[in-house]
């Protein structure tokens, strides 16, 4: 400890200036200090410890109280290194060190920074079993209606295998009747005297029937009824040439007489 901090020390713990300027002499000529500038101090502290700084301010003259008051003050500032095993044993006098202080915040906020990192782990842990869980169930759902898709495309073949084998039959009994009214033609029967007017050839009745209709079904449930066949049985949706055509031209045959 220099005279420069020795006389500060003094004027802090309340000494007169002349006091602290005659005991800062004293002590320059007992070498408990040095002359300011002359001894640089390797660490930030200015006392040893306790023990020091109370016989310093008993040998200025401070009273007990005020001295552990400022005593303790410099140890909270970090002045003093450490305490004495002479010093006054007082509950206010911190037994622990200015490094000793910062140990212990330290150690405090790394606790702190480790509670809030576990606790964002936990926030992420959380948040990826909710994305697991959801994409589990999106696969889920996707497996689902996939399954549906292929299920309704199975009952759209089946429906249109069993319209073309309808189609087919219906193609079937119109070749057998043709055949039949070819052979009684040429048995010498003669063939029933065609009707000029093709509204009175067919009646709607007829048309429901083909189409399996109720006989309540207007002209225009009719011509729906044909347009769905012919959808389905058109060669560019994968029907059959020829009965898309038988189909086409009972359509024909309708509307005109609708038409007409």
């Known amino acids: ?83 004495g095993q002479e010093s006054p044993k007082v509950p206010y006098l911190s037994t622990q060190t200015p490094a000793s202080h910062n140990s212990s915040d330290q150690e405090r906020l790394i606790r702190q920074l480790q509670a809030k990192l576990k606790a964002q782990d936990e926030h992420i ?20 209606l996939n399954k549906e898709i292929l299920h309704l495309e199975k009952e759209r073949s089946q429906l249109q295998h069993e319209t ?9 009994l119109r070749s057998e009747i043709l055949k039949l009214k070819d052979e009684l033609y040429k048995g010498g029967k003669k063939e029933p005297e065609k009707i000029q007017d093709s509204r009175r050839m067919t009646s709607p009745n007829d048309y429901r029937s083909k189409l399996g209709l109720s006989k309540t079904a207007t002209h225009k449930d009719i011509l729906a009824g044909y347009k769905s066949l012919l959808k389905v049985t058109h060669p560019d949706h994968g029907g059959n040439q020829a009965a898309f ?15 007409g």
Do not use: P
């Open 245 to 259: 055509q038988y189909i086409k031209n009972d359509y024909d045959t309708f509307r005109n007489n609708v038409k």
């Open 164 to 172: 073309k084998s309808l189609l087919q039959e219906n193609l079937h």
């Open 125 to 144: 842990n959380g948040l990826e079993q909710l994305h697991q869980s959801s994409v589990k169930t999106m696969i889920q759902q996707r497996e689902k």
């Open 1 to 83: 400890m220099n005279t420069e901090e020795a006389f500060e020390l003094l004027k802090d713990a309340g000494v007169a200036e002349d006091a602290g300027i005659r005991m800062v002499r004293t002590w320059l000529r007992e070498r408990k200090v040095n002359f300011e500038g002359t001894v640089r101090r390797k660490s930030g502290y200015i006392l040893k410890d306790t023990d020091q700084a109370f016989n310093m301010l008993k040998e200025a003259g401070v009273n007990e109280a005020v001295a552990v008051q400022t005593v303790r003050r410099w140890l909270r500032d970090g002045k003093i290194q450490s305490i």
